[in-house]
């Protein structure tokens, strides 16, 4: 694995990634390429993977966000979207508890600042989430000598009906 490489990135995933933006001979394949470009501008430490039957990952402390070229849009998924903050706008897809999308189709314009602000908003996420989980599983402290212990059951017998 090449040392530029980050750290759980199979090399060939960047390169299915360059072969499906290469593949798309409209609009669309630039336009994926774009955000893909901001997207490692944004996050220069982020894992590009390839899953869930042929799509772009994006990965940091997990999924923050899946690319997909469909037939009349862009759509770029984001996992965590409803926890994120979005002053300009740029989710236009989703409403339920979790994930955001932005759907781009041809003419579009996107606020590359705004959407790089984003991004870095998604990551940010990730490794608190990631940071929560351990804290979580973390071990409690061990007791001080000060502290009484706690017994599960009395010392005392109950009375029993004889």
């Given at each position: ?134 804290q979580s599983k973390a ?24």
């Amino acid at each position: 694995m090449p040392k530029s490489m980050p750290a759980g990135q199979n090399a060939s995933d960047p390169e299915q990634i360059d072969a499906l933006i290469a593949g798309i001979d409209d609009w669309r394949g630039p336009l994926l390429g774009r955000l893909r470009e901001l997207i490692k501008e944004a996050a220069p430490d982020v894992v590009e993977s390839w899953k869930y039957m042929g799509s772009p990952v994006w990965e940091s402390d997990g999924t923050f966000a899946v690319g997909n070229a469909h037939k009349e849009k862009v759509k770029l998924t984001f996992s965590d979207g409803a926890s994120l903050p979005d002053p300009a706008g740029l989710f236009n897809n989703g409403n339920g508890k979790s994930w955001r999308a932005i759907d781009l189709h041809e003419g579009d314009f996107v606020d590359e600042g705004a959407f790089c602000e984003l991004v870095r908003a998604a990551v940010e996420y990730r490794h608190e989430v990631k940071a929560a989980k351990a804290q979580s599983k973390a071990k409690p402290a061990k007791k001080t000598e000060s502290e009484p212990a706690k017994s599960a059951r009395s010392a005392t017998p109950k009375p029993t009906d004889a």
